[in-house]
Each structure stands twice: as structure tokens, then as C-alpha cells.
């Protein structure tokens, strides 16, 4: 068996901007880049089109909604902007440890996060300081910003069991998210929802032998 968690909403609970543009708009004027009159809506509108499934990098989406208002930036600095802008302190949730202990008695164990910020899922790790706590570390980190996929597809869980050297089949994923973390359980690997199995209950599940 191999297990994998997804970060926010399960281990851990994060600030989020609720104007992202906002946040967005502050790390560029800290770098002295010029952002525009209309940036809301710049920020806010498609500038290309993504595949069903695929992810969209958003400091991708940032240099090219400056780029539509005449605004160019180099790729380096559109990832250091989005990463400040989204960099917030962590909580970690009750049972995130003893989950992470636990799981690692049994198998190996990795994050698998929807993230389109590059750099986020592993700062975010780094404040939060799970492995530290724990006994043991995650073996793989697998997000979609990297992966170029996003949960519910498919693709984002064969990466993840491929990174554990275990089958889809083996997998067991948890989540908070019905939509995006219950896809696992729809594309051959199980799935577990924090509304059916909080991250306390999953550690004793794992301690007593009785997931598998």
C-alpha cells in the first residue's frame, strides 16, 4: 500500500488572499514592475487556453496579463512574484502528524496537491514543519503545478503512485475535496474524504492495520 495527502484543507489550513490580484499587485510594485490602471481585470481575464485537466502556472497567467497591458517581465521574476504573493503562515491540522506517522509504517508516502504556484506546496512544507515533528518524511512531492496536471485527472495520480513505485491500484489518497481529492477513488486508486475519515480516525485505522 502506498498513501498520499493532499496539502491544503488536509494537513495543513493556509491564508489565502481574497483579492489575489491585490497580492499579486503588491509583490510587482515591491520589484518596481508597473502594474497596470485595469490590472483586476487583466489579471482576471484568459490570455490562452489550457486543456481540459491541464494545469495553468500562475506565474505563467501573471506575465502574460502584464504582457496584454504592455508590461513584460522576465520568467524568473513572474515566479518570485507569485510565490510572495501566495506565501502566507500555515496551521497544521489536528492529526496531520500522527497521520504522517502512521502512513509511514505502512507504506511509502507522498503530498499530492493541486497548486499552481511553483515553489508553494514545498514552502509551504517548510513552514509548516510536519516532517520535523514527525518521525519520518514524506518520500515524494508531487503537485500539479510540476506535473502539469490537476486533481480529479487521472494523470496527476499515476504520477503519484509512479513516484512511490507503487500501482494506481495501491494508492489510497486523502483529501477534503469531494471533486478534486475523491477523484483518485474514480480512476482506480482509493480515495478517503476528511468528512468520512478525519486525519485522527486515519492514523488509528493505520496503527490498528484495518486500512489496506
Not at 518521525?135 to 503545478?145: E, K, M, N
Request: proline fraction near 5%; charge should be negative; charged fraction near 30%.
Amino acid at each position: 500500500m502506498a498513501l498520499s495527502f493532499d496539502l491544503f484543507g488536509t494537513l495543513v489550513t493556509a491564508d489565502r488572499p481574497e483579492e489575489p490580484w491585490e497580492a499579486v499587485s503588491e509583490t510587482l510594485a515591491a520589484r518596481s514592475v508597473r502594474v497596470p490602471d485595469d490590472w483586476e481585470d487583466a489579471y482576471r481575464s484568459a490570455h490562452r487556453d489550457y486543456d481540459r485537466g491541464r494545469e495553468a502556472p500562475l506565474d505563467e497567467h501573471v506575465r502574460l496579463a502584464l504582457a496584454s497591458r504592455g508590461v513584460e517581465i522576465a520568467a524568473e521574476t513572474a515566479t518570485e512574484v507569485v510565490l510572495d504573493a501566495f506565501d502566507s503562515p500555515v496551521t497544521v491540522r489536528e492529526g496531520a502528524v500522527e497521520a504522517l506517522d502512521a502512513a509511514a509504517q505502512r507504506g511509502p508516502v507522498a503530498v499530492c496537491s493541486n497548486c499552481s504556484v511553483p515553489g508553494l506546496v514545498e514552502r509551504t512544507l517548510a513552514r509548516a514543519d510536519i516532517e520535523a515533528r514527525s518521525d519520518h518524511s514524506f518520500d515524494a512531492v508531487v503537485t500539479s503545478v510540476d506535473c502539469g496536471w490537476r486533481k480529479p485527472h487521472q494523470r496527476i495520480f499515476e504520477v503519484t503512485a509512479d513516484a512511490l513505485d507503487a500501482e494506481l491500484s495501491d494508492l489510497v489518497h486523502v483529501g477534503d475535496d469531494a471533486r478534486t481529492d475523491g477523484g483518485a477513488g474514480r480512476v482506480g486508486a482509493q480515495s478517503m474524504l476528511l468528512e468520512d475519515h478525519p486525519l485522527p480516525a486515519i492514523a488509528e485505522k493505520l496503527r490498528e492495520g484495518e486500512l489496506c
